[in-house]
Protein backbone atom coordinates (compact mmCIF):
# COMPACT_ATOMS: atom_id res chain seq x y z
CA UNK A 1 0.00 0.00 0.00
CA UNK A 2 1.44 3.19 -1.08
CA UNK A 3 2.34 5.84 2.65
CA UNK A 4 0.21 8.28 3.04
CA UNK A 5 0.98 11.59 1.03
CA UNK A 6 1.28 14.79 3.49
CA UNK A 7 0.98 18.24 1.87
CA UNK A 8 2.75 21.03 3.93
CA UNK A 9 2.12 24.59 3.70
CA UNK A 10 4.52 27.32 5.18
CA UNK A 11 6.09 30.39 3.89
CA UNK A 12 9.23 29.46 6.30
CA UNK A 13 11.82 27.05 5.06
CA UNK A 14 13.07 26.21 7.93
CA UNK A 15 9.68 24.79 8.97
CA UNK A 16 9.32 23.51 6.16
CA UNK A 17 12.54 21.09 6.01
CA UNK A 18 12.25 20.00 9.61
CA UNK A 19 8.52 19.14 9.26
CA UNK A 20 9.49 17.14 6.01
CA UNK A 21 12.27 15.23 7.62
CA UNK A 22 10.43 14.23 10.37
CA UNK A 23 7.28 13.16 8.59
CA UNK A 24 9.62 11.25 5.57
CA UNK A 25 11.16 9.49 9.07
CA UNK A 26 7.81 8.84 10.10
CA UNK A 27 7.32 7.12 7.34
CA UNK A 28 4.96 9.76 4.98
CA UNK A 29 5.25 11.36 1.72
CA UNK A 30 5.40 14.75 1.36
CA UNK A 31 4.67 17.86 -0.68
CA UNK A 32 5.62 20.99 -0.12
CA UNK A 33 4.19 24.19 -0.88
CA UNK A 34 5.87 27.78 0.63
CA UNK A 35 2.89 29.73 0.03
CA UNK A 36 -0.98 29.59 -0.11
CA UNK A 37 -1.33 29.50 -4.26
CA UNK A 38 1.27 27.04 -4.54
CA UNK A 39 -1.11 25.16 -2.22
CA UNK A 40 -3.82 25.29 -4.36
CA UNK A 41 -2.05 24.66 -7.26
CA UNK A 42 -1.02 21.34 -5.79
CA UNK A 43 -4.29 20.85 -4.08
CA UNK A 44 -6.31 21.11 -7.91
CA UNK A 45 -4.11 18.25 -9.20
CA UNK A 46 -3.72 15.86 -6.17
CA UNK A 47 -5.40 14.91 -3.27
CA UNK A 48 -3.01 14.63 -0.17
CA UNK A 49 -3.91 12.35 2.96
CA UNK A 50 -3.74 15.41 4.96
CA UNK A 51 -2.35 18.96 5.12
CA UNK A 52 -0.08 20.93 7.42
CA UNK A 53 -1.36 23.94 6.96
CA UNK A 54 0.34 27.35 8.51
CA UNK A 55 -2.32 30.22 9.51
CA UNK A 56 0.13 33.27 8.17
CA UNK A 57 0.92 32.56 4.72
CA UNK A 58 2.26 35.69 2.52
CA UNK A 59 -0.57 35.60 -0.21
CA UNK A 60 -3.62 32.91 0.34
CA UNK A 61 -4.23 32.97 3.99
CA UNK A 62 -4.79 29.43 5.72
CA UNK A 63 -8.43 30.31 6.63
CA UNK A 64 -9.07 30.91 3.50
CA UNK A 65 -7.25 27.37 1.91
CA UNK A 66 -9.65 25.83 4.97
CA UNK A 67 -12.71 27.08 3.54
CA UNK A 68 -11.29 26.09 -0.45
CA UNK A 69 -10.80 22.91 1.32
CA UNK A 70 -13.76 22.06 3.31
CA UNK A 71 -16.11 23.63 0.58
CA UNK A 72 -14.77 20.17 -1.72
CA UNK A 73 -14.08 17.26 0.63
CA UNK A 74 -12.71 16.39 4.12
CA UNK A 75 -9.13 16.13 3.86
CA UNK A 76 -7.70 16.27 7.37
CA UNK A 77 -6.22 19.20 8.18
CA UNK A 78 -3.54 20.51 10.77
CA UNK A 79 -3.14 23.85 11.37
CA UNK A 80 0.50 25.84 12.52
CA UNK A 81 -0.42 29.15 14.41
CA UNK A 82 1.69 31.36 16.64
CA UNK A 83 0.32 31.68 19.94
CA UNK A 84 -1.50 35.17 19.46
CA UNK A 85 -3.46 33.67 16.85
CA UNK A 86 -6.10 32.54 18.69
CA UNK A 87 -9.13 34.08 17.32
CA UNK A 88 -7.80 32.54 14.13
CA UNK A 89 -7.12 29.25 15.73
CA UNK A 90 -10.58 28.66 17.21
CA UNK A 91 -12.35 29.71 13.60
CA UNK A 92 -9.95 27.26 12.00
CA UNK A 93 -11.61 24.63 13.54
CA UNK A 94 -14.91 26.10 13.08
CA UNK A 95 -14.07 25.73 9.66
CA UNK A 96 -13.48 22.09 10.00
CA UNK A 97 -9.48 22.04 10.74
CA UNK A 98 -8.79 18.87 12.60
CA UNK A 99 -5.88 19.89 14.75
CA UNK A 100 -3.44 22.64 15.57
CA UNK A 101 -0.10 22.88 16.65
CA UNK A 102 1.02 26.05 18.36
CA UNK A 103 4.48 27.25 17.08
CA UNK A 104 7.39 27.01 18.18
CA UNK A 105 6.53 23.06 17.99
CA UNK A 106 8.03 19.93 18.58
CA UNK A 107 8.32 17.69 15.56
CA UNK A 108 8.08 14.58 17.10
CA UNK A 109 4.39 16.24 18.46
CA UNK A 110 3.49 16.97 15.13
CA UNK A 111 4.55 13.96 13.75
CA UNK A 112 2.17 12.42 16.33
CA UNK A 113 -0.50 14.81 15.70
CA UNK A 114 -0.36 13.73 12.11
CA UNK A 115 -0.73 10.07 13.09
CA UNK A 116 -3.73 10.43 15.77
CA UNK A 117 -5.56 12.45 12.77
CA UNK A 118 -5.22 9.82 10.02
CA UNK A 119 -5.96 7.19 12.44
CA UNK A 120 -9.65 8.98 13.05
CA UNK A 121 -10.08 9.63 9.79
CA UNK A 122 -9.76 6.26 8.91
CA UNK A 123 -11.82 5.55 11.60
CA UNK A 124 -14.71 7.94 10.04
CA UNK A 125 -14.24 6.32 6.84
CA UNK A 126 -15.02 2.80 8.64
CA UNK A 127 -18.34 4.91 9.39
CA UNK A 128 -19.19 4.74 5.95
CA UNK A 129 -19.80 1.07 5.91
CA UNK A 130 -22.97 1.43 8.74
CA UNK A 131 -26.21 2.22 7.53
CA UNK A 132 -28.04 5.30 7.94
CA UNK A 133 -30.02 5.65 11.23
CA UNK A 134 -33.39 7.19 11.27
CA UNK A 135 -35.32 8.54 14.55
CA UNK A 136 -38.37 9.86 14.64
CA UNK A 137 -38.41 12.66 11.85
CA UNK A 138 -34.41 12.65 11.95
CA UNK A 139 -32.14 10.83 9.76
CA UNK A 140 -28.43 10.80 9.92
CA UNK A 141 -26.48 8.87 6.74
CA UNK A 142 -22.67 8.16 7.57
CA UNK A 143 -21.94 7.28 4.41
CA UNK A 144 -22.70 10.23 2.42
CA UNK A 145 -22.48 12.98 5.74
CA UNK A 146 -26.28 14.04 4.85
CA UNK A 147 -28.39 14.59 7.89
CA UNK A 148 -32.35 15.30 6.80
CA UNK A 149 -34.91 16.49 9.03
CA UNK A 150 -38.53 15.91 7.87
CA UNK A 151 -37.11 14.79 4.21
CA UNK A 152 -34.95 18.20 4.26
CA UNK A 153 -31.28 18.15 4.11
CA UNK A 154 -29.58 20.25 6.89
CA UNK A 155 -26.13 22.17 6.86
CA UNK A 156 -23.75 20.97 9.14
CA UNK A 157 -20.01 21.60 9.35
CA UNK A 158 -18.03 18.57 9.55
CA UNK A 159 -17.71 18.73 12.86
CA UNK A 160 -21.17 19.34 13.85
CA UNK A 161 -22.30 16.04 12.25
CA UNK A 162 -19.26 14.41 13.44
CA UNK A 163 -20.97 15.39 17.10
CA UNK A 164 -24.43 14.10 16.02
CA UNK A 165 -22.83 11.02 14.86
CA UNK A 166 -20.90 10.01 17.68
CA UNK A 167 -24.03 11.02 20.61
CA UNK A 168 -26.62 9.05 17.61
CA UNK A 169 -25.13 5.94 17.13
CA UNK A 170 -24.62 6.03 21.31
CA UNK A 171 -28.47 6.39 22.05
CA UNK A 172 -28.78 7.16 25.88
CA UNK A 173 -25.29 6.53 26.69
CA UNK A 174 -24.50 10.04 28.55
CA UNK A 175 -20.56 11.83 27.34
CA UNK A 176 -18.86 14.20 28.97
CA UNK A 177 -17.24 17.46 27.53
CA UNK A 178 -14.04 15.94 27.40
CA UNK A 179 -14.99 12.54 26.05
CA UNK A 180 -16.40 14.38 23.06
CA UNK A 181 -13.39 16.36 22.38
CA UNK A 182 -11.54 13.08 22.57
CA UNK A 183 -14.35 11.37 20.08
CA UNK A 184 -14.38 14.39 17.67
CA UNK A 185 -11.34 16.19 17.80
CA UNK A 186 -9.13 13.52 19.15
CA UNK A 187 -7.59 15.71 21.98
CA UNK A 188 -9.01 16.81 25.31
CA UNK A 189 -5.94 19.07 26.49
CA UNK A 190 -5.75 21.36 23.22
CA UNK A 191 -9.04 23.10 22.90
CA UNK A 192 -11.71 24.56 25.44
CA UNK A 193 -14.16 22.22 26.51
CA UNK A 194 -16.70 25.38 25.95
CA UNK A 195 -16.17 23.96 22.18
CA UNK A 196 -18.19 21.00 22.87
CA UNK A 197 -21.14 23.50 24.39
CA UNK A 198 -20.68 25.45 21.31
CA UNK A 199 -21.39 22.62 18.95
CA UNK A 200 -24.24 21.09 21.03
CA UNK A 201 -26.14 24.94 20.94
CA UNK A 202 -25.65 24.96 16.61
CA UNK A 203 -27.00 21.38 16.25
CA UNK A 204 -30.02 21.93 18.34
CA UNK A 205 -30.67 25.52 16.63
CA UNK A 206 -30.45 23.05 12.86
CA UNK A 207 -32.56 19.96 14.38
CA UNK A 208 -34.44 20.33 17.11
CA UNK A 209 -38.23 22.21 16.71
CA UNK A 210 -37.06 23.92 20.12
CA UNK A 211 -33.75 24.66 21.03
CA UNK A 212 -34.40 25.81 24.63
CA UNK A 213 -35.94 22.31 25.07
CA UNK A 214 -34.39 19.67 22.98
CA UNK A 215 -35.99 16.36 21.54
CA UNK A 216 -32.74 15.02 20.73
CA UNK A 217 -29.69 16.05 22.24
CA UNK A 218 -30.54 15.93 26.05
CA UNK A 219 -28.18 17.79 28.67
CA UNK A 220 -27.24 15.60 31.72
CA UNK A 221 -26.55 18.56 34.14
CA UNK A 222 -23.91 17.98 36.29
CA UNK A 223 -22.52 15.37 33.44
CA UNK A 224 -22.42 16.20 30.43
CA UNK A 225 -24.56 15.27 26.92
CA UNK A 226 -27.17 12.54 25.71
CA UNK A 227 -29.13 11.26 22.49
CA UNK A 228 -32.27 10.50 23.01
CA UNK A 229 -33.64 8.12 20.45
Known sequence: MDEPTVLVVDDEPTVTEVVSLYLKRA????????????ALEILEQQSPDLVVLDLILPDVGGLEITRWLRA?????????????????????????ADDYVVKPFSPQELVSRVKAVLRRTYGR???????????????IDPQTRVVELDGEE??????????LWELARHPRRVFNRD?????????????????VTVHVHRLREKIEAEPSAPRYIQT??????????
Open 27 to 38: GYDVVVADDGEA
Open 72 to 96: RGDIPIIMLTARRDETDRVLGLELG
Open 125 to 139: SAAKSQEPLEVANLR
Open 154 to 163: VSLTAKEFDL
Open 179 to 195: QLLELVWGMSEYIDPST
Open 220 to 229: VWGVGYKFEP
